[in-house]
């Protein structure tokens, strides 16, 4: 049985990780300081993981939690464009700094593989899709910038330490448990939640922008085969993680309308500083390397997502 530490493992992503290790049988440590995860997140595994309330900018906290682990899934950070665009340091912090504790700590514990959460951010808005990891990276935010700092540390670490380390670099990821709630939740969560309280989701821009929207489920299993493949096919490499397929705004908007009978048109508002236009991936490297294929696409990870949120947050007179 291996151990694994989860970084931000009470997050969005994190906490799928962490509940499919604990089903097929692995130990698990979550590390993670609460600013975006939640706790609510881990109530299925409760008891059955280890739970290190520690913020990433705590080399120590860090360096400790990975003690006596194998493998380390790097998922914790600041997410989000605009809060990157907003306060810079606070995300350049967790998002770099952290990066390099995690990094540190695997190195001085011996670990055997990281796998990090890169982001399709740094692709940028340069012309060519779909985007190919061969690719010059053009990061615009500077969330972006941090993202794909991180990629070079990985990629330093192998080469100069040889900690195994491989990167994913995710295309805007959905699906249960992504927090609704704040003004920096990923635009599927935002949206669904507000058609379901009766609120006008606001469209930045024309709504043609383009996103490779990709269903929670395919990133669990990209890491879980990234975390198994040989070195030689993985360590030191970035792969696209994404469904292959671009849907726009306007197009996701009226996906989750009809899911939902929500019968309001969008409101537009201005364009969202440091936003990428479009972006679509090719995923046949992953597929190369470690046997990655998108199980769940768009529309059917539509589908699931809605019926999460529809249980989760309808008010109660329309769920009897
Ligand atoms: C970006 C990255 C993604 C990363 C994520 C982390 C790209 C292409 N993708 O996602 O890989 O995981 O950051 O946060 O860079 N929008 C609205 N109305 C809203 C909210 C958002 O119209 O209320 C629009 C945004 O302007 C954007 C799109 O929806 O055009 C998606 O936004 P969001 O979900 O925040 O993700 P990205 O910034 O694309």
């Known amino acids: 049985m291996a151990k694994y530490l989860v970084t931000g493992g009470a997050g969005f992503i994190g906490s799928h990780l962490v509940k499919t290790l604990v089903g097929r049988g692995d130990e698990v440590r979550v590390l993670d300081n609460f600013e975006t995860g939640k706790r609510s997140n881990l109530v299925e595994v409760e008891g059955q993981i280890e739970l290190r309330e520690v913020d990433l900018r705590d080399a120590g906290g860090v360096r400790e939690a990975c003690e006596g682990v ?12 605009p809060r990157s665009v907003k306060e810079p340091r606070p995300s350049h912090e967790t998002n770099v700094d952290g990066t390099f504790n995690v990094l540190e700590g695997a190195r001085l514990a011996g670990v055997k593989r990281v796998v990090y959460a890169a982001s399709s ?4 808005n340069q012309p060519g899709f779909p985007r190919v990891e061969t690719m010059r990276p053009q990061p615009v935010s500077p969330y972006a910038v941090q993202k794909l700092t991180g990629e070079l540390y990985m990629q330093s670490y192998w080469q100069v330490y040889g900690l195994e380390t491989v990167c994913l670099r995710y295309f805007n990821i959905f699906g249960p448990c992504q927090d609704p709630s704040s003004t920096y939740s990923g635009v599927m969560a935002k ?6 309280c009766g609120e006008q989701p606001t469209i930045f821009g024309d709504g043609e922008q383009g996103r490779d929207f990709t269903y929670i489920d395919n990133v669990v299993s990209a890491n879980l085969l990234a975390m198994k493949a040989p070195a030689t096919f993985v360590a030191g490499r970035v792969f696209n993680i994404a469904c292959g397929e671009r849907h726009t705004l306007n197009e996701t908007y009226s996906g989750l309308a009809r899911l939902l009978s929500y019968a309001l048109p969008a409101q537009y508002g201005p364009e969202r500083e440091g936003d990428v236009r479009d972006s679509l991936a090719e995923v046949s490297a992953a597929r190369a390397a470690f046997g990655y294929e998108p199980q769940i696409d768009f529309a059917e990870g539509l589908r699931r997502t809605v019926d999460w949120y529809r249980q989760k947050y309808a008010p109660r007179e329309e769920q009897t």
Not at 121 to 124: H, I, K, V
């Open 70 to 81: 194998d493998y380390v899934l790097h998922e914790a950070a600041l997410p989000s464009v």
């Open 191 to 196: 949206f669904a939640m507000q058609m379901l």
């Open 121 to 124: 951010s740094a692709y940028g």
